[in-house]
């Protein structure tokens, strides 16, 4: 969320920015969030922006700045790709926005939803809805001729940061494949020198797979960690696991895609992770649908079984925000 203050400062003071992003240390300083004591009782955390020794002549555009953040909060959760052109018309900067955003909503996994409410307590950007929105208004290369719009899996081998430039070991051809990268993916490229990542962009290919790739919008960590469910919805109601199912991940580098196994029969494959997970999630919704909430009576003695098992993990809370 910090992040978003900096950039909207940034566009708002009229600053360019180029493909690596630097916050200035004068407007890290003036637009800072601070935050409050959470409210008793929830888990609702005061926000304000600015600093504590704000000058009187920063006012105007820390004002500025506030309301810039509260629109573009709610274009997010709207989702809508033309309303955030019209507020924020430079790409780059949209780019970075939608990133920031990206990087603030907690993965479904998880099980924790972060709504954000204005001084009214009116609700601006829904955390059920977010990731979708987000995937919407994430800006996607255009599809080349001869090339496709793809995931290319490989060994991150080299990274030349002047350059911007990485390069990919292919697991199956052995190919060593380069591709530039914006400033955004450098965290996740750090955190993954030589080990297996996917990245998203122009993709051409030939019979042994994979010959170039440009345009990259997405970088992703292969991540083999086992999935706690800790909640999913339903037909509009959110079930909380009593004790959470665990499903192994396993990443197939024969095939370069993901294998989820666990409870309740489930068995998922998926090309990248996010996908996974929102398989994940739309495979219980279903399963709740059709055993947890259907006549027993109507039920094959193995269907019973499977309706026990989803009632004694799961139950329906309240809204915990």
Same mark, same amino acid.
């Given at each position: 969320?910090?992040?978003?203050?900096?950039?909207?400062?940034?566009?708002?003071?009229?600053?360019?920015?180029?493909?690596?992003v630097r916050i200035p240390r004068e407007i890290e300083n003036r637009y800072q969030l601070i935050c409050g004591i959470p409210e008793e009782g929830g888990y609702a955390q005061p926000l304000k922006i600015g600093t504590e020794g704000t000058e009187l002549f920063d006012g105007q555009s820390i004002d500025s700045v506030a309301r810039k953040t509260k629109t573009v909060i709610r274009v997010i959760d709207s989702g809508d790709?033309?309303?955030?052109?019209?507020?924020?018309?430079?790409?780059?900067?949209?780019?970075?926005?939608?990133?920031?955003?990206?990087?603030?909503?907690?993965?479904?996994?998880?099980?924790?939803?972060?709504?954000?409410?204005?001084?009214?307590?009116?609700?601006?950007? /829904?955390?059920?809805?977010?990731?979708?929105?987000? %995937?919407?208004?994430?800006?996607?290369?255009?599809?080349?001729?001869?090339?496709?719009?793809?995931?290319?899996?490989?060994?991150?081998?080299?990274?030349?940061?002047?350059?911007?430039?990485?390069?990919?070991?292919?697991?199956?051809?052995?190919?060593?494949?380069?591709?530039?990268?914006?400033?955004?993916?450098?965290?996740?490229?750090?955190?993954?020198?030589?080990?297996?990542?996917?990245?998203?962009?122009?993709?051409?290919?030939?019979?042994?797979?994979?010959? /170039?790739?440009?345009?990259?919008?997405?970088?992703?960590?292969?991540?083999?960690?086992?999935?706690?469910?800790?909640?999913?919805?339903?037909?509009?109601? %959110?079930?909380?696991?009593?004790?959470?199912?665990?499903?192994?991940?396993?990443?197939?580098?024969?095939?370069?895609?993901?294998?989820?196994?666990?409870?309740?029969?489930?068995?998922?494959?998926?090309? %990248?992770?996010?996908?996974?997970?929102?398989?994940?999630?739309?495979?219980?919704?279903?399963?709740?649908?059709?055993?947890?909430?259907?006549?027993?009576?109507?039920?094959?003695?193995?269907?019973?079984?499977?309706?026990?098992?989803?009632?004694?993990?799961?139950?329906?809370?309240?809204?915990?925000?």
């Amino acid at each position: 969320m910090q992040r978003v203050v900096h950039l909207l400062a940034l566009f708002e003071e009229g600053r360019t920015v180029k493909q690596r992003v630097r916050i200035p240390r004068e407007i890290e300083n003036r637009y800072q969030l601070i935050c409050g004591i959470p409210e008793e009782g929830g888990y609702a955390q005061p926000l304000k922006i600015g600093t504590e020794g704000t000058e009187l002549f920063d006012g105007q555009s820390i004002d500025s700045v506030a309301r810039k953040t509260k629109t573009v909060i709610r274009v997010i959760d709207s989702g809508d790709k033309e309303d955030l052109e019209r507020e924020i018309p430079e790409e780059s900067f949209r780019k970075n926005v939608v990133s920031a955003f990206d990087s603030m909503i907690p993965h479904r996994r998880y099980g924790v939803v972060v709504n954000i409410e204005d001084h009214k307590r009116e609700r601006i950007l /829904s955390g059920k809805k977010a990731r979708d929105s987000i %995937t919407r208004l994430r800006i996607r290369p255009e599809p080349e001729p001869e090339a496709t719009l793809a995931y290319v899996t490989g060994v991150l081998i080299e990274m030349k940061f002047e350059e911007r430039r990485l390069r990919l070991k292919m697991p199956i051809s052995g190919r060593a494949l380069d591709a530039t990268y914006g400033d955004d993916f450098e965290p996740v490229l750090l955190d993954h020198p030589r080990e297996m990542i996917q990245v998203h962009g122009n993709v051409t290919f030939d019979d042994a797979g994979p010959v /170039s790739i440009s345009d990259v919008d997405e970088v992703i960590e292969v991540d083999e960690s086992p999935i706690e469910m800790q909640s999913f919805d339903s037909n509009s109601i %959110t079930l909380h696991a009593i004790k959470p199912p665990v499903f192994n991940v396993r990443f197939d580098n024969d095939i370069l895609s993901y294998e989820l196994i666990g409870p309740f029969d489930v068995y998922l494959y998926a090309e %990248t992770q996010p996908q996974l997970e929102m398989l994940l999630q739309e495979e219980m919704a279903m399963l709740w649908q059709e055993y947890a909430m259907a006549d027993p009576e109507l039920l094959t003695e193995a269907a019973k079984k499977l309706r026990e098992e989803l009632l004694a993990t799961f139950e329906e809370v309240e809204d915990g925000s």
